[in-house]
């Protein structure tokens, strides 16, 4: 059973960074699409970056933020820079079998339990 777990999050100030983890265990990671989703209070999921015969990054973060992963380790990363007050959300890590970064949340097989990244000014 494939399993994920997301850290790096917390509370920055505009303009800073976090970075942030997704290991997987269960599983190697080149067996998947991977991606990170958000959701703001009231709003709903959406996907921001993903990674796999491509990669992909939301308008809203383009230039900002960069999905990678590390083969070594099992890991999918998404470095956050120039953060605003409009990037706070609750961030998930997402993996589908066989590839691909489709943007429907339901087409994704696993999820991590989530990681709270507030932005303050």
């Known amino acids: 059973q494939v399993q994920l777990v997301e850290s790096g999050g917390g509370l920055v100030l505009t303009g800073g960074s976090l970075r942030l983890s997704c290991q997987v265990s269960?599983?190697?990671?080149?067996?998947?699409?991977m991606g990170w989703f958000r959701q703001a209070p009231g709003k709903d999921r959406v996907l921001v970056a993903g990674?796999?015969?491509?990669?992909y990054h939301a308008d809203s973060v383009k230039g900002r933020f960069t999905v990678s992963r590390d083969i070594a380790k099992n890991t999918v990363y998404l470095q956050m820079n120039s953060l605003k007050s409009e990037d706070t959300a609750v961030y998930y890590c997402?993996?589908?079998?066989?590839?691909?970064?489709?943007?429907?949340?339901?087409?994704?097989?696993?999820w991590g339990q989530g990681t709270q990244v507030t932005v303050s000014s």
């Open positions: 997402a993996a589908r079998s066989g590839g691909g970064i489709p943007l429907a949340i339901f087409q994704w097989n696993y």
């Open positions: 269960g599983d190697t990671l080149t067996n998947y699409g």
């Open positions: 990674s796999g015969g491509s990669t």
